[in-house]
């Protein structure tokens, strides 16, 4: 049995959990909306291969795809109902769940290493503990953020050690090839154009503070149509075997996708695990770090309670494996 397999026999026995059975079958829904998103290789597989679809179409259920240009608009969309399945970093669901999203995360589609502090090739900058005093860019609440607060703690720094100049990915990556700031928390794959086509070098990076990129779905949809969710997770599971199977073909639908050079999607890719799928222990660690990093730096509010939120969004799973792998 193939890892993706036995990771979606692991998430659909929590996804038995998470469903809450219903006292009458609710009816099945006309369609079933989810997001494609090019931080989320496999959502381009599935929606470019029809998957979904076959397995529904019997069923007389449609597939609506809606691209999602980041986590907030993804949560913006699973928030106002108008998706039922939406690809968020998992620090990124968490702060939409304490926030009053009412979504659970049933599965990961890749452990990328999507955050890395980034310099300029001519910095003199070698080591974490030189940066402070420096002025860094960074998008408040994402996960470079994140990275970046639990990077500084490793060498007993924290923001306010540092400048933080507050500009959205794009504008950090422009900042710092102009030489505005000494640094950027950067994001795949800005980082690997700016590594491969402007010289940028990676000053310090670490996988495990990446959260994960996660596929949640909304709480009522999961409680009326939990078999719809375990053909979603079942498509998925097909989508990331031919992921794994075909690399130089995935790299290509990237690249045409993100409208990007194949060399940049291939160097993004190399950071990017495909081999996970289930909603472990691993996992809700990750996600639970980067709520406390959030909480420490202000943007989740120290009334919020963290381990709650952390287990509504991942109800289903075993809340000891969290307090264990914390």
């Known amino acids: 049995m193939s890892l993706t397999r036995r990771t979606l026999l692991r998430a659909l026995g929590a996804l038995a959990l998470?469903?809450?059975?219903?006292?009458?079958?609710?009816?099945?829904?006309?369609?079933?909306?989810?997001?494609?998103?090019?931080?989320?290789?496999?959502?381009?597989?599935?929606?470019?291969?029809?998957?979904?679809?076959?397995?529904?179409?019997?069923?007389?259920?449609?597939?609506?795809?809606?691209?999602?240009?980041?986590?907030?608009?993804?949560?913006e969309f699973l928030n106002a109902g108008s998706l039922d399945?939406?690809?968020?970093?998992?620090?990124?669901?968490?702060?939409g769940r304490v926030n009053g999203n009412p979504i659970r995360t049933v599965h990961v589609y890749s452990q990328p290493e999507w955050a890395t502090l980034v310099v300029r090739g001519d910095s003199p900058l070698k080591s974490l503990a030189e940066l402070r005093g420096k002025r860094i860019a960074v998008t408040r609440g994402t996960d470079p953020h994140i990275f970046l607060l639990r990077a500084l703690a490793t060498v007993g720094l924290t923001e306010r050690d540092v400048q933080l100049v507050l500009?959205?990915?794009?504008?950090?990556?422009?900042a710092l090839l102009r030489g505005d700031v000494d640094a950027w928390a950067g994001l795949d794959p800005l980082t690997a154009g700016a590594e491969l086509e402007h010289g940028?070098?990676?000053?310090?990076?670490?996988?495990?503070?990446?959260?994960?990129?996660?596929?949640?779905?909304?709480?009522?949809?999961?409680?009326a149509h939990p078999d719809v969710v375990r053909e979603v997770l079942a498509a998925y599971a097909e989508a990331r075997d031919w992921a794994l199977a075909h690399p130089a073909e995935l790299t290509a639908l990237l690249?045409?996708?993100?409208?990007?050079?194949?060399?940049?999607?291939?160097?993004?890719?190399?950071?990017?695990r495909l081999d996970t799928g289930a909603v472990d222990a691993a996992l809700q660690a990750q996600v639970a770090a980067a709520g406390e990093a959030l909480q420490a730096a202000g943007v989740i509010g120290a009334e919020a309670d963290i381990d709650a939120s952390l287990a509504r969004l991942f109800a289903g799973a075993d809340a000891r494996a969290v307090a264990q792998a914390r």
């Not at 090019?38 to 470019?48: A, M």
């Not at 939406?86 to 702060?95: D, E, F, P, Q, V």
């Not at 500009?167 to 422009?174: E, I, M």
């Open 255 to 272: 690249a045409r996708e993100a409208k990007l050079p194949e060399a940049v999607v291939a160097r993004q890719l190399e950071r990017t």
């Open 167 to 174: 500009l959205q990915h794009a504008d950090g990556r422009t």
């Open 200 to 223: 940028a070098r990676l000053l310090y990076r670490n996988p495990a503070f990446n959260s994960g990129g996660v596929l949640n779905v909304r709480e009522a949809f999961a409680a």
């Open 85 to 95: 399945f939406g690809s968020t970093a998992g620090g990124a669901a968490l702060l």
């Open 18 to 75: 998470i469903a809450a059975p219903a006292l009458h079958a609710a009816e099945p829904p006309a369609e079933v909306r989810l997001d494609w998103a090019t931080y989320n290789p496999v959502s381009l597989v599935l929606r470019e291969q029809g998957t979904l679809e076959r397995r529904l179409a019997e069923r007389g259920i449609g597939v609506r795809w809606v691209q999602s240009l980041g986590s907030n608009k993804a949560l």
